[in-house]
């Protein structure tokens, strides 16, 4: 009933940017904090930046002043700009959300992951 889909990811050169967008779809009634996060396979799932539904934002220290996020709430939409990139932000990218939801008059929540999009950024 919900998904979440990502988009942006790419190939770069050392201290370019790329915008990553995350799309949720569904049958949505609320959506609270909404996250990127990255992993290199191998590695654990590494917290980049979160935005909750209020607005607060968190950043990981490796990309503070460097990354930006944002949500559109109408759009069920989060994005994470990223500046001044650097070959360690290379990773598979993932958006997570908390999302409550509607089925067959019930009312659910969970949380959900994108499918990941990769970033390469090569030096």
Known sequence: Q???????GGLVQ???????????????????????YRQVPGKQRELVAGITSGGRLNYADSVKGRFTISRDSAKNTVYLQMNSLKPEDTDVYYCNAEIQYYSDSFTYSG???????????SS
């Open 2 to 8: 919900v998904q979440l889909v990502e988009s942006g």
């Open 14 to 36: 050392s201290g370019g940017s790329l915008r990553l967008s995350c799309a949720a779809s569904g049958s949505i009634l609320r959506i609270n904090a909404m996250d990127w």
């Open 111 to 121: 949380d959900y992951w994108g499918q990941g999009t990769q970033v390469t950024v």
